[in-house]
């Protein structure tokens, strides 16, 4: 009995390093896709949710979640870098200064470098950091005078995942608006007053 204990621990064992020594040599065979990356030009499509605030004089309003969809166009500029365009909207009501609901629809604009590492195996992590322009078009058009025009930079990290027939890019981003200004009937909010808007995503990246 003891004898087939140490031999079934044994080959457990060498199983275990066997997968190891496997998973760390990240053999060409064993990849999905190994030439996507050569395109000079892509496309894709991005789901996600993302939780967003806005900040007036310094005090966070409630903070609200939201829905995104969006496209991608990629551009390979070099072996780990290329420069991403990925326009999306949102769907979500945060609350202003006032408590009141923001019935908007946010269409972002973003322009992102992203630089990858070295792929390994089916895996390849990369960061991102770029800007771009917001526009909100806001539905209670009684209460604001004018659709809302920011700029914001952001940046991000996450992880190509290779399939068969197309890459997974689950990524974590943060952005944060730069003019601000909210501009309402009764009252108008400059950006002198600290209006900034933050947004924080999970994105799920289909290329």
């Given at each position: 009995?003891?004898?087939k204990r140490y031999n079934m621990r044994n080959k457990l064992i060498k199983c275990i390093v066997f997968v190891l020594l496997l998973a760390a040599t990240g053999k060409t065979y064993a990849q999905n896709n190994p030439y996507v990356d050569d395109r000079i030009v892509h496309y894709g499509f991005s789901l996600g949710v993302e939780a967003l605030s806005y900040d007036f004089r310094g005090d966070p309003s409630t903070l609200a979640f939201a829905a995104n969809v969006g496209g991608i166009i990629d551009l390979r500029l070099a072996k780990y870098l290329n420069l991403r365009f990925l326009p999306s909207i949102?769907?979500?009501t945060p609350r202003d200064y006032y408590g009141?609901?923001?019935h908007s629809i946010p269409f972002l604009v973003p322009v992102y470098l992203k630089w990858t590492a070295l792929r390994e195996g089916n895996i390849r992590p990369y960061v991102t950091v770029g800007g771009g322009m917001q526009i909100e078009f806001f539905q209670n058009k009684e209460q604001y005078r004018n659709d809302l025009i920011d700029a914001f930079v952001g940046g991000g990290f996450g992880c190509d995942i290779y399939f068969?027939?197309?890459k997974l890019c689950p990524e974590i981003r943060y952005q944060i608006g730069l003019i601000g200004g909210i501009k309402e009937k009764d009252a108008i909010v400059t950006n002198g007053d600290q209006v900034l808007q933050q947004r924080l995503s999970l994105v799920f990246n289909f290329e």
């Amino acid at each position: 009995m003891r004898v087939k204990r140490y031999n079934m621990r044994n080959k457990l064992i060498k199983c275990i390093v066997f997968v190891l020594l496997l998973a760390a040599t990240g053999k060409t065979y064993a990849q999905n896709n190994p030439y996507v990356d050569d395109r000079i030009v892509h496309y894709g499509f991005s789901l996600g949710v993302e939780a967003l605030s806005y900040d007036f004089r310094g005090d966070p309003s409630t903070l609200a979640f939201a829905a995104n969809v969006g496209g991608i166009i990629d551009l390979r500029l070099a072996k780990y870098l290329n420069l991403r365009f990925l326009p999306s909207i949102s769907f979500g009501t945060p609350r202003d200064y006032y408590g009141k609901p923001v019935h908007s629809i946010p269409f972002l604009v973003p322009v992102y470098l992203k630089w990858t590492a070295l792929r390994e195996g089916n895996i390849r992590p990369y960061v991102t950091v770029g800007g771009g322009m917001q526009i909100e078009f806001f539905q209670n058009k009684e209460q604001y005078r004018n659709d809302l025009i920011d700029a914001f930079v952001g940046g991000g990290f996450g992880c190509d995942i290779y399939f068969r027939w197309f890459k997974l890019c689950p990524e974590i981003r943060y952005q944060i608006g730069l003019i601000g200004g909210i501009k309402e009937k009764d009252a108008i909010v400059t950006n002198g007053d600290q209006v900034l808007q933050q947004r924080l995503s999970l994105v799920f990246n289909f290329e």
